[in-house]
């Protein structure tokens, strides 16, 4: 029981994190595309990609539409965290990773918790508990 609470907790805080982010993606637009360039990113051609990536993310990972998508999901979100709290780190920024790095602990809560909370297990979550 405790960790279907755990998973739904940590999958609901990691689904705001993403929903937060793509809403501020849209709104401040500018001010995004400006942080982005000074990570060396080409703002213009990521900002669009990254808003339609966390949205989707946490669409496949509630939904369950298929386990495979869903695992699919969480390795693209574990990248895109690793990546980007590298990326603050990497520029000498480390509030900047501080996002990333809560990101990435609810991430791991909710992976090794699914299969508690879901009908249809995921093979690979099994490993990641071992």
């Known amino acids: 029981m405790a960790a279907t609470y755990i998973y739904?907790?940590?999958t609901i805080l990691l689904s705001l994190l993403?929903?937060?982010?793509a809403f501020l993606y849209l709104t401040k637009g500018d001010w995004v595309r400006q942080t982005l360039a000074g990570l060396n990113y080409p703002a213009?051609?990521?900002v669009p990609l990254m808003i339609v990536v966390k949205?989707?993310?946490?669409?496949?990972?509630l939904s369950r539409v298929s386990v495979?998508?869903?695992d699919l999901a969480y390795a693209g979100i574990f990248f895109h965290l690793v990546?980007?709290?590298?990326?603050?780190?990497?520029?000498?920024?480390?509030?900047?990773?501080l996002p990333a790095i809560i990101g990435l602990a609810l991430l791991a809560a909710s992976f090794t918790a699914q299969n508690a909370a879901r009908d249809v297990p995921s093979?690979?979550?099994q490993l990641?508990?071992?």
């Open 55 to 61: 949205v989707l993310g946490p669409i496949a990972i």
């Open 128 to 130: 990641a508990v071992r």
């Open 83 to 97: 990546l980007s709290g590298s990326a603050h780190l990497g520029v000498r920024k480390p509030m900047g990773a």
């Open 44 to 46: 213009p051609y990521l």
């Open 8 to 10: 739904w907790s940590s």
């Open 123 to 125: 093979p690979y979550a």
């Open 18 to 21: 993403y929903l937060s982010s």
């Open 68 to 70: 495979p998508l869903s």
